[in-house]
């Protein structure tokens, strides 16, 4: 039987069109807020693959770096 996806991760398959876009699915955009607009980052590791981290977690770590503030705890988020 498989397993129950835990609430608030998921998985999700996408395709890459002759242009090299991908289209996010709309679970995931609605999961992550993601709006028409936004900025995305895009973050790639050749052994571990890409990933694409919420704008908060970045946020948070660019005030680190340049307010010298700490990055804020994942459940402050």
């Given at each position: 039987?498989?397993?129950?996806?835990p609430k608030g991760k998921g998985a999700w398959s996408v395709t890459v069109g002759e242009?090299?876009?991908?289209?996010?699915?709309?679970?995931?955009?609605?999961?992550?807020?993601?709006?028409?607009?936004?900025?995305?980052?895009?973050?790639?590791?050749?052994?571990?693959?890409?990933?694409?981290?919420?704008?908060?977690?970045?946020?948070?770590?660019?005030?680190?770096?340049?307010?010298?503030?700490?990055?804020?705890?994942?459940?402050?988020?």
């Amino acid at each position: 039987m498989p397993k129950k996806i835990p609430k608030g991760k998921g998985a999700w398959s996408v395709t890459v069109g002759e242009k090299g876009q991908i289209v996010i699915p709309k679970a995931a955009r609605e999961m992550f807020h993601i709006q028409p607009g936004d900025t995305l980052l895009l973050l790639g590791d050749k052994k571990r693959g890409l990933a694409i981290p919420p704008q908060e977690m970045f946020s948070a770590l660019a005030s680190h770096i340049f307010d010298g503030e700490p990055p804020e705890t994942e459940e402050e988020m």
